[in-house]
């Protein structure tokens, strides 16, 4: 069993930055690709950015690609978010998940209990 707990959210301007952390507690992290997925009022659970278990591969939606990077650190048990150039429409709960590098949520095994992101415009 991993727990997840997810920091870093709050109130930005648009155009500012924030960056998210992923802490694990459980089990070591450096077993598992990690994701991190965003949901906004009345929309759907969407995929924003995923990592391989040692941090060599990457992928990000096509929405924040160039504006948001994924990180890791094994050794501190903890997966990372930094957010760019943040727009209103980045504004979400951001949740961390463990278990695969897809845009699928269904493939992952564990998530945290997401924290809120408001980009004021």
């Known amino acids: 069993q991993v727990q997840l707990v997810e920091s870093g959210g709050g109130l930005v301007q648009a155009g500012g930055s924030l960056r998210l952390s992923c802490a694990a507690s459980g089990r070591t992290l450096s077993n598992y690709a990690m994701g991190w997925f965003r949901q906004a009022p009345g929309k759907e659970r969407e995929f924003v950015a995923a990592i391989s278990w040692n941090g060599g591969s990457t992928g990000y939606a096509d929405s924040v690609k160039g504006r948001f990077t994924i990180s890791r650190a094994n050794a501190r048990n903890t997966v990372f978010l930094q957010m760019n150039s943040l727009k209103p429409e980045d504004t979400a709960v951001y949740y961390c998940?463990?278990?695969?590098?897809?845009?699928?949520?269904?493939?992952?095994?564990?998530w945290g209990q997401g924290t809120q992101v408001t980009v004021s415009s």
């Open positions: 998940a463990a278990g695969s590098t897809t845009a699928r949520p269904s493939e992952y095994h564990y």
